[in-house]
């Protein structure tokens, strides 16, 4: 079943409707099950909605993320992603080669609360990209 419809309640919730773009985005990123940049959405969303056109698509993604159904992070090089939101975790990125991983945010939950009493702030962005070197680049291979 597709995703796209247990979003619904959710859009409801907050006075929006379910509309066949918002359907066809939540589709692709469901499908795609990673993040993609929002020209690959708009590639794989045109095959399920042929009139889509691109900046509907940014704006939809900017509509999404707004209301918590999907996470957008930086990649690096100003390149924003967006995927499907669901549990909580952050990424690393391998500078050299590229490889990339996922981090479960309980890791880093601890460091989160401690920011945030040092601080006084209160962190809304939980979807963080962390650049760094991979154990093989480290060993130059
Ligand atoms: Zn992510
Ligand atoms: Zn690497």
Redesign the pocket.
């Known amino acids: 079943m597709s995703v796209a419809v247990d979003f619904v309640p959710q859009l409801r919730s907050r006075g929006y409707r379910m509309t066949p773009q918002r359907m066809a985005i939540l589709h692709v990123l469901q499908l795609a099950g990673r ?1 993609l940049s929002p020209s690959e959405v708009y590639e794989r969303a045109q095959g399920e909605l042929p009139n889509l056109t691109e900046p509907t698509v940014y704006r939809t993604l900017e509509f999404l993320a707004e209301n918590g159904l999907v ?1 957008p ?1 930086f990649m690096g090089n100003g390149h924003l992603v967006y ?1 499907i939101a669901r549990h909580e ?3 690393l990125k391998c500078r050299n080669c590229g490889r990339e991983m ?1 981090v479960k945010h309980a890791l880093l939950a601890k460091l989160y609360r401690q920011l945030e009493n040092a601080s006084g702030y209160r962190l809304t962005d939980s ?1 963080i990209t962390f650049f760094g070197l991979c154990p093989d680049c480290q060993k130059g291979k």
């Open positions: 993040h996470r992070a995927e975790h952050h990424h996922e979807h």
